[in-house]
């Protein structure tokens, strides 16, 4: 199993409080990502990171900001969380193709999701 | 605008037979389908995939069939074992896009029956 850990696993939380989680990875790949599944939705990307400082937006990133000032954390924040919020985020790492020769395009390691209710 | 579609949020099969689980897409530009499984409390873990200039990739009891022209796939799992009961994602990713940003359907989840 590839080593990622999320924190918390499950937290609830009052509207307009800010809210991080966190993604841990021991694996040193470089790319990390924040899904988030809802019922009806399937997963939708929030943010992903291609490198320590590099950062870019997903589908879903409107109220979510990401910060990477180490290889192994991402860092998935909501400033004021809201209760659109409320969902299981996911964290997922992946290798660059140039790094594993025998990456198979697309293929991710997700991590065991985090619960979050927004009251 | 969803890209990816599962049009059956669930399925039921006999342990022993054969499930197929099928996958529309509308956009052109996607270079690799995959398909992920995921079981209750647990991140998704991936199954197979498939490239878009091939039309059938098989691995073990798992088969992945692409059909560009209709835009839409599919994946068997034969024979079907209680063990496979999860939920399946389709996912796709846009060519020339990072490794990882894929579009995902909404699941379906396949339900094998002793």
């Known amino acids: 199993d590839a080593g990622i850990t999320q924190s918390p696993r499950h937290k609830v939380t009052e509207t307009g409080t800010p809210v991080t989680l966190r993604c841990h990875q021991t694996?040193?790949?470089?790319?990390m990502y924040w899904y988030r599944q809802d019922p009806g939705h399937g997963l939708r990307l929030i943010h992903y990171?291609?490198?320590?400082?590099?950062?870019d937006k997903g589908e879903v990133s409107d109220g979510y900001s990401v910060s990477r000032s180490k290889t192994e954390d991402f860092l998935l924040t909501l400033e004021s969380a809201t209760s659109s919020q409320t969902s299981v985020y996911f964290c997922?790492?992946?290798?660059?193709?140039?790094?594993?020769?025998?990456?198979?395009?697309?293929?991710?390691?997700f991590g065991e999701g985090s619960r979050l209710t927004v009251l | 605008d969803q890209q990816v579609k599962q049009n059956s949020p669930s399925l039921s099969v006999q342990e022993g037979r054969i499930s197929i689980l099928n996958c529309d897409y509308t956009?052109?530009?996607?270079?690799?389908f995959l398909w992920y499984k995921k079981y209750p409390a647990e991140g998704p873990t991936f199954l197979i995939s498939?490239?878009?200039?091939?039309d059938k990739n098989e691995d073990g009891r798992f088969t992945v069939f692409l059909n560009k022209s209709a835009k839409h796939l599919s994946l068997h799992i034969v024979p079907s074992q209680p063990g496979d009961s999860a939920v399946y994602f389709c996912?796709?990713?846009?060519?020339?896009?990072?490794?990882?940003?894929?579009?995902f359907g909404k699941g379906t989840k396949l339900s094998v029956k002793p």
């Open positions: 694996e040193n790949h470089r790319y």
């Open positions: 996912a796709a990713r846009v060519y020339g896009g990072s490794q990882g940003n894929l579009i």
């Open positions: 956009n052109s530009m996607f270079d690799y």
């Open positions: 990171s291609y490198g320590v400082k590099d950062t």
């Open positions: 498939i490239s878009s200039i091939k």
């Open positions: 997922a790492i992946s290798e660059s193709p140039r790094t594993s020769g025998s990456l198979i395009a697309g293929e991710l390691f």
